[in-house]
């Protein structure tokens, strides 16, 4: 069965060190993958995405994400954060054949960047 | 300009009483979705609509039913609301199914 897996529900972490979400899925079709955020009371908004290309793929606020084919995975990483990225990270993945896609979210890790 | 918007972003209602949520994206973008979100931020998608036809139908109590008057606009009526439908509704589109996908506000529903 197709599935989307984030271990972490909740990252804690102190400001200005490195985090690693982690996310996992499992598909036997080819997939596109991507990570959103969610700040408190708000919609899900894009962080970055994979459909092709470079492996490594990384947003303008200094986020990156490496896409692992062999251990399927597409782990979201940022060398030092801030008190400001504190909020909640999904990663999704969007998968199909003949033109149906079907889009998967995880269920969410809370990353909260501690003073 | 808002790119996805959805009316109205509060919602409290008594319990069997029937509701209607509106979503409109301005982004000109073929494929549309409601999504719930529970207290534990468990998102689940709920439908989605492809040029105005369902495409996605996800194990949805028939109380919900949606309805894409043209592209741009996909509404989510609930019949008969329960306590246990009290959570966060999104919508959100994207140009392609299965591309990025861009999200609402979301509307928080309460039934008491």
């Known amino acids: 069965a197709q599935s989307v897996t984030q271990l972490d529900s909740q990252v804690p972490v102190f400001e200005e060190a490195p985090v690693e979400l982690r996310c996992n899925y499992s598909s036997s079709v080819s997939v596109y993958l991507f990570w959103y955020v969610q700040y408190p009371n708000q919609g899900l908004q894009l962080l970055l995405k994979y459909l092709s290309g470079s492996t490594l793929v990384k947003s303008i606020n200094g986020f990156e994400a490496e896409f692992n084919k062999s251990q399927t995975s597409f782990h979201l990483r940022k060398p030092s954060v801030h008190i400001s990225d504190t909020a909640e990270y999904f990663c999704?993945?969007?998968?199909?054949?003949?033109?149906?896609?079907?889009?998967?979210f995880g269920t969410g890790t809370r990353l909260k960047v501690l003073a | 300009d808002t790119a996805v918007s959805q009316t109205p972003k509060y919602l409290v209602t008594q319990m069997g009483n029937d509701k209607s949520i509106k979503c409109e994206q301005n982004?000109?973008?073929?494929?549309m979705y409601w999504y719930k979100q529970d207290s534990k931020k468990f998102l689940k998608i709920m439908f989605s609509y492809n040029n105005k036809e369902l495409i996605i139908n996800e194990t949805v109590p028939n109380r919900f039913s949606p309805k894409s008057p043209d592209k741009a606009h996909l509404n989510l009526h609930i019949n008969s609301l329960e306590l246990g439908d009290s959570a966060v509704y999104f919508c959100?589109?994207?140009?392609?199914?299965?591309?990025?996908?861009?999200f609402g506000p979301g509307t928080r529903l309460t039934v008491l």
């Open positions: 982004l000109g973008h073929d494929t």
């Open positions: 999704a993945v969007s998968l199909g054949t003949s033109g149906t896609y079907k889009y998967i």
């Open positions: 959100a589109s994207s140009l392609l199914a299965g591309g990025e996908q861009f």
